[in-house]
């Protein structure tokens, strides 16, 4: 039976609704819900998803990594942790590889302050530095507030540093549609010339039914990156989590991702709903995958 890897999911603790760092993105959690590390493994156990990867939700928690670190820390086997950091804060690069140290972190979500486009800090003398920390220790990166429109910066970073993996969250949210143009959609598959570069999917991207531009995108999406490169994530977009009771259940979400990826082989479709999320954030669980890499990219 096929893994099936939440290549991203926020849990958050508190009932207490925040905001995220300076109180720049506002919650957009329901008052009150919380997704806790127990409530998340019934939530898993129900919908078949044997790993996650626990990351930080900046609307919620900012840059306090304590609770999704703990959380990781129960089952490494089962949970790999992503933390957020503000890399322009000062000594940013040695906060991250203390927390990648201590806590055995396998990613590094990086922001800048409070500014809510990447395209203004990504390439920033002070975020080479973080990605220095990375490239050193092996982390995943994922810039976030990344979109279709501003990947200039990402793409001079992932060229910089070639030896670190780099997430692009929602497929970089390009516009699609009739009255869009093809730019921004050709701009994120462009990134696949950058062999450390990958994509995770949101919900968002593949709830296409219907949508033949968006349908369209997927297809030429894993057609750039290989389904290797290419990853799933629930963002806790599910009943009981960041959405209300009446919202679909992570199985739902999972149920959806394999109709909407149908136009995938079976091997592929694999690739995309856990492998490449196992092969990219638990490397040694996977080592048994690297024969497959070739035939499926």
């Not at 129900?46 to 919620?60: E, H, Y």
């Not at 990648?100 to 409070?114: K, Q, V």
């Not at 549609?177 to 450390?196: R, Y």
């Not at 531009?213 to 290419?230: D, H, M, T």
Request: aromatic letters at 8%; hydrophobic letters at 45%.
């Amino acid at each position: 039976m096929d893994v099936i890897v939440d290549g991203n999911v926020h849990l958050v603790a508190s009932a207490d609704v925040e905001s995220g760092p300076a109180g720049t993105w506002r919650s957009d959690w329901p008052d009150g819900q919380t997704l806790t590390a127990e409530a998340y493994e019934k939530a898993m156990a129900a919908a078949g998803v044997a790993r996650a990867v626990l990351t930080t939700t900046v609307r919620r928690d900012g840059f306090d990594n304590s609770y999704t670190a703990a959380a990781a820390a129960r089952d490494r086997h089962r949970f790999a942790y992503v933390g957020n950091f503000d890399v322009l804060a000062p000594g940013a690069h040695a906060v991250i590889e203390e927390q990648a140290r201590r806590f055995a972190m396998a990613g590094a979500r990086f922001y800048g302050g409070t500014a809510d486009d990447a395209a203004a800090w990504l390439d920033d003398d002070r975020a080479a530095a973080a990605w220095g920390v990375a490239a050193r220790l092996g982390l995943v990166v994922s810039a976030q507030r990344t979109r279709a429109g501003a990947l200039g910066p990402l793409r001079a970073m992932a060229g910089k540093f070639p030896d670190v993996p780099v997430v692009v969250h929602s497929a970089a949210d390009p516009a699609l549609g009739a009255d869009a143009g093809p730019s921004e959609a050709d701009e994120v598959c462009a990134l696949a010339q950058w062999p450390n570069v990958l994509v995770m999917l949101a919900s968002k991207n593949i709830s296409v039914t219907g949508d033949a531009s968006a349908r369209g995108f997927l297809e030429r999406l894993v057609g750039a990156f290989g389904p290797s490169r290419v990853m799933w994530g629930s963002y806790a977009q599910f009943a009981g989590a960041r959405l209300p009771a009446t919202a679909p259940s992570l199985g739902d979400l999972v149920a959806n991702a394999r109709k909407q990826l149908s136009f995938l082989s079976p091997e592929d479709l694999s690739w995309v709903l856990g492998r490449t999320a196992e092969r990219t954030f638990w490397p040694v669980l996977t080592a048994a995958h690297q024969s497959g890499i070739e035939r499926s990219s």
